[in-house]
């Protein structure tokens, strides 16, 4: 965890330092930065997982390791920090799109200046996708190109996925492991051995602070989704339909 914290601090300055923005931009990066607060508070309670399962034996017996591993059949702490990865990835993919389409603008902005000003600056115009902002930086402007607007969406749908895809993860991989306070080992070679999870309370109220960000991630993103299509795609049937 302290390696991706080491990690993002790079992104998020360069995020801040950037020229160059979008709709919504620092909205995602917020979000990046809520998340791995609450995921670096959330995975306290699963630190000493091992030590907080026990069994009627001693923690060191063949059984109770055997049990362990059993009942915690899928990793928690590997999986929450993978999928915030992939999150991490979802923003990226926009920044990245954001990069390109501001080299091509420089490129033809260099091109303007060099020669054919009149040809250049209508084509840089019409297509480069940029717009000032009101805080000094170059927007990108989604009214002037569709495919822009489809990418978005995509990234932005990408990072629905992944949310959804970690609801499923802690709502039937993880908290059903903490529903019994004290089951019965299900190893063949230990039938009679019992076995509980300590701080599962702390475990459980973990896992709802994860969940309550997700859903307010999935949410807002859902919203902004419909927004973006309402906004944008009907300008575009307007526009053409008033050419028409």
Request: charged letters at 20%; hydrophobic letters at 50%.
């Amino acid at each position: 965890m302290a390696a991706i914290v080491t990690g993002l601090i790079p992104i998020l300055r360069t995020a801040v330092d950037t020229t160059t923005t979008y709709k919504g931009r620092m909205v995602w990066f917020g979000f990046l930065c809520i998340r791995l607060v609450t995921l670096f508070v959330a995975e306290m309670p699963w630190f000493k997982l091992d030590s907080d399962f026990s069994c009627n034996d001693t923690s060191d017996s063949l059984c109770t390791r055997a049990c362990f591993n059993r009942h915690f059949d899928r990793s928690s702490v590997m999986t929450w920090n993978f999928l915030f990865v992939l999150l991490i990835l979802s923003v990226l993919l926009m920044e990245l799109f954001t990069a390109h389409m501001r080299a091509v603008f420089q490129k033809r902005s260099t091109r303007e200046k060099s020669g054919g000003e009149a040809e250049a600056q209508g084509d840089v115009k019409g297509s480069s996708g940029f717009a000032p902002d009101p805080a000094g930086l170059m927007a990108l402007d989604m009214h002037k190109s569709r495919k822009t607007v489809l990418f978005y969406l995509l990234s932005v749908v990408l990072r629905i996925a992944v949310e959804v895809w970690f609801v499923h993860v802690l709502l039937n991989w993880n908290l059903p492991k903490l529903e019994e306070r004290i089951f019965q080992c299900k190893v063949e070679t230990c039938p009679k051995h019992f076995c509980l999870v300590r701080a599962a309370a702390e475990k459980r109220m973990s896992i709802y602070a994860l969940l309550s960000i997700s859903g307010m991630v999935i949410f807002i993103s859902s919203v902004f989704c419909l927004y973006v299509i309402a906004h944008y795609f009907c300008n575009f049937w307007t526009q053409r339909s008033q050419n028409v």
